[in-house]
Every structure is written in structure tokens, then in C-alpha cells.
């Protein structure tokens, strides 16, 4: 077993090490490079404890306003609107994310989102005598507009756009580190389409993370934004009530890559559900070794008339190599 001192260092080191690329970098340009550095590691932190007890693989899910967090296309089908609240908590540091949906038959559905990362461990400022006289608070901030409709009965398109900030504040006094802030912006799209089957069947496809550049110039460094390309598919079963009473199966497969594609890796869920109140969920996620969530997965949801709560679990990956297995808590209200 670590130290618990190493452990409690560990969001405090990282944290320092991203200041180091933010804050040393001149210009605008090389700025947004240096977020870029470590965009890669929060625009990839899943959210959404539904998601991640289903082993990520959501590109085929829709419904509900988590699918700005995988598939934009995921809420053309939002049926009037949705609220949600979704925390987790790694050794990376603490994310709280909010999402709001509004529908129209006319007009589609909207959705406007925020992701706040905490890394936690917050890091002393000293005078030129070694006095503590404020604290550096590191944290990424991602706020997120999203649209999405229905293109016929069975076709979903959507798109969402990003703003990404990386932020070192000061609560109190800094003089030796120099607070900083760098922003870029991204763009996800996506689509669904549901198969003309027996057993209900749904495809769905998203890049995600497609860096736009808003300044006239250009730097080479700045296309460094982990874009993801990412297809996948669910099939729903209806178990007959001879064996189950009003219950269901859900099983999906994804499969994610980079840009330039090459190393393709799986992810696969299923869900149970019973009466559309209680699911149980469980997944797997293949990965090449640098991913926080990759492993097994369980997850377990309820329904108590317009709430939704989701929970989830991550049993293997950076934070539970670290003895803090990353936890997911999810609250959702429908309109």
C-alpha cells in the first residue's frame, strides 16, 4: 500500500507540472498550446455516472442530456426537458458538471452545459521571507452549447460547442507563482440512426473534441486537442413475461480512436432494467494503458418519479492504482 502522503501529493505535483506548461509559454498562441497539453487529459474524463457504469460505450444512447457528454445527436429525442447534476471524484481531483435541456417539436432540443475540474490540493504562495500568505486553485472549466433533432423517425444529428479554460487562481496573495488563464474551444459532432429491425437497434458515430481556432494566425503546436473518433451500437430485448415481468435488456459496443485512426480500442456495457425504476449496469473499457477509467465497471441507477439517480464505480486505472478508485454520482430531474 502507498503513503498516504504520496497519495495526497499526487493532484498537487500534477497541478505543478501544468502550471509549468501554462504559465511559462509566451503568447496568446502557445498558450492555447500549452492548454492543450492538459485538455487531453480532462476533455477525456467521463461524466455522467450512467456512462460510465455502461463501460462508455454511449454513442448509440439518447434520451436524456447525458449525451452532451458523448454523443451530441443523444438528446434530439429529450421529450420536453432535463436537469442534471453529475459528480466524481479520482485522484486527479473532483469534477461537478451541469446540464440543462429545453425541447421543441419545431425547433429541436438545446442544451447548455458546465464542467468544472478541481484538482484539489491547492498550492501554498510564499512571501520572499517563506510566509504562507495565499493559496494557488488550480481548474478547468468546460462550458458547452449544445443542439440536436430528429431527422425523420429514424435519423439524430447534433453538434456541440466548447469553450475550455484552464485557470490558476489566487485566494489571497501570489507573488511567487503567477496565476494564469488559457482558453480554447472545440467543437463534437455527431449522429444516430435507429435500424429497421425487429429488436430495436441503433448505430451512432461522433467526433469529438475538434479544435476550432478563432485567432487569424495560426500555430503548429495548437492542433493538440485529443480529438476522438468513436462508433458504436445498443441493441434493447424485451424478456418475455414468462421469464421476467416488465423487464429489459440493454447491451452496447463502441469502439474509440484517435486522429490520425490506427489504435482502435472496445467498450463494452449492459444494463438491466426492471419496471424502468431500478438498473443494473456493468462494463468493461480496453485500454492501452494511460487511460483514468479504463477496466471494469458496475453502476447501479433508480427512478423515484422525476428523479434519476446513478451511481458508478471504476475498479481499475490511475486513481485505483493509487488506492482512490474513481466514484460517480449522478442526479437528474425530467420536466
Not at 83 to 98: N, P
Not at 112 to 129: E, K, M, R, T, Y
Request: aromatic content about 6%.
Amino acid at each position: 500500500m502507498r503513503p498516504r502522503r504520496s497519495r495526497a501529493l499526487l493532484p498537487i505535483a500534477l497541478a505543478l507540472l501544468l502550471m509549468t506548461t501554462g504559465v511559462a509559454t509566451p503568447g496568446r498562441l502557445a498558450a492555447q498550446a500549452g492548454l492543450a497539453d492538459q485538455a487531453s487529459l480532462f476533455l477525456l474524463l467521463p461524466i455522467s455516472a450512467r456512462g460510465v457504469g455502461m463501460g462508455q460505450s454511449m454513442m448509440a444512447s439518447h434520451g436524456s442530456g447525458d449525451g452532451v457528454w458523448w454523443n451530441p445527436a443523444g438528446i434530439a429525442t429529450v421529450r420536453r426537458g432535463d436537469a442534471a447534476l453529475h459528480h466524481s471524484q479520482s485522484v486527479i481531483g473532483t469534477s461537478e458538471a451541469l446540464t440543462v435541456t429545453a425541447s421543441s417539436s419545431l425547433l429541436g432540443v438545446v442544451a447548455v452545459s458546465a464542467n468544472i475540474l478541481d484538482f484539489g490540493g491547492d498550492i501554498p504562495a510564499v512571501d520572499n521571507s517563506g510566509n504562507v500568505v495565499g493559496k494557488i486553485l488550480p481548474r478547468n472549466i468546460a462550458l458547452v452549447g449544445s443542439y440536436a433533432r430528429s431527422l425523420g423517425h429514424r435519423v439524430r444529428a447534433g453538434v456541440s460547442y466548447k469553450l475550455v479554460q484552464f485557470r490558476f487562481d489566487c485566494e489571497g496573495l501570489c507573488p511567487s507563482l503567477p496565476t494564469t488563464q488559457a482558453s480554447t474551444s472545440a467543437l463534437d459532432m455527431g449522429a444516430q440512426f435507429d435500424l429497421p429491425t425487429s429488436v430495436p437497434v441503433t448505430i451512432g458515430a461522433a467526433v469529438r473534441n475538434v479544435e476550432v481556432h478563432l485567432q487569424g494566425g495560426r500555430d503548429d503546436e495548437a492542433d493538440r486537442l485529443p480529438t476522438r473518433v468513436l462508433i458504436g451500437a445498443s441493441a434493447r430485448y424485451t424478456i418475455p413475461k414468462e421469464y421476467a415481468n416488465d423487464a429489459e435488456i440493454r447491451i452496447s459496443a463502441d469502439v474509440i480512436d484517435g486522429v490520425p485512426v490506427g489504435e482502435p480500442l472496445p467498450r463494452v456495457g449492459g444494463e438491466f432494467a426492471w419496471e424502468g425504476r431500478a438498473f443494473l449496469r456493468a462494463g468493461y473499457l480496453f485500454s492501452s494503458g494511460t487511460s483514468e477509467s479504463g477496466g471494469p465497471t458496475l453502476g447501479l441507477g433508480f427512478v423515484a418519479g422525476r428523479l434519476v439517480i446513478d451511481f458508478a464505480r471504476v475498479f481499475s486505472g490511475l486513481s485505483a492504482d493509487a488506492g482512490q478508485a474513481p466514484t460517480y454520482l449522478s442526479l437528474r430531474v425530467t420536466f
